[in-house]
């Protein structure tokens, strides 16, 4: 079955410092998605990316969806105490397919 | 605008005991609608599927089973829990051909 690497598993940074992390597949996606989880609740959603090469900001965030379709990536800029989470990316091949999901970025703040 | 929402929140239950979770989803017709479950720490396993009513689509074999007896209801069920059962339990929904799904907030359980 399809498979999504996330790097890195999980990331330890200073309060303003900017994070990086990635996820990459075997095969295709047609959406790339990318969640937060804070502890004891659901993912939410944070940005989602439905073509080739799309490059998408909310806030803070930006990410972009791979010319290859194989991949995707995720910054976050001048990070703060609230960034801190779960990061999952996750790649869709068509609506009535399931997502898969990566295995998550854990991401710690050192104010 | 859309909401989901699942309960209960948490729940511990005894080894050998019957579940039932139930996942509603408002302001949409026809969702696709999903159960994941994470063990601590961990990524997200889908369990089960479901493009309309009665359809259900299982991903992993295991003790669960999942019933979707309205449009906007899912229900994730056990006869008899296993330890191995516990987890943070997710129901999800998009749109019908949709290409982003939403969670729900999610239910504790730990089966001792």
């Known amino acids: 079955g399809q498979q999504l690497n996330q790097s890195p598993q999980s990331m330890f940074i200073q309060e303003g410092e900017d994070v990086s992390m990635n996820c990459t597949s075997s095969s295709i996606f047609n959406t790339w998605l990318w969640y937060k989880q804070d502890p004891g609740e659901g993912p939410v959603l944070l940005i989602a990316l439905y073509k080739a090469g799309e490059l998408t900001s909310n806030g803070r965030l930006t990410a972009q969806f791979g010319t290859t379709r194989k991949d995707s990536f995720l910054n976050i800029s001048a990070s703060i105490p609230s960034d801190v989470g779960i990061y999952f990316c996750?790649?869709?091949?068509?609506?009535?397919?399931?997502?898969?999901f990566g295995k998550g970025t854990r991401l710690s703040v050192i104010a | 605008s859309q909401t989901i929402h699942q309960w209960p929140a948490t729940l511990v239950q005894p080894v050998g005991s019957p579940l039932s979770l139930e996942c509603t989803v408002e302001?949409?017709?026809?969702?696709?609608l999903y159960w994941y479950r994470q063990a601590a720490g961990r990524g997200l396993q889908l369990l089960f599927y479901s493009v309309g009513i009665g359809q259900i689509s299982s991903e992993v074999p295991q003790n669960l089973s999942a019933s979707r007896p309205q449009d906007r209801q899912f229900i994730l069920s056990s006869k008899k829990l296993l330890l191995s059962d516990s987890g943070f339990y997710l129901c999800?929904?998009?749109?019908?051909?949709?290409?982003?799904?939403?969670f729900g907030e999610g239910s504790w359980l730990t089966v001792v």
């Open positions: 996750a790649g869709l091949l068509s609506g009535n397919t399931p997502l898969v």
């Open positions: 302001g949409t017709s026809n969702p696709n």
């Open positions: 999800a929904w998009s749109n019908t051909g949709g290409n982003t799904i939403y």
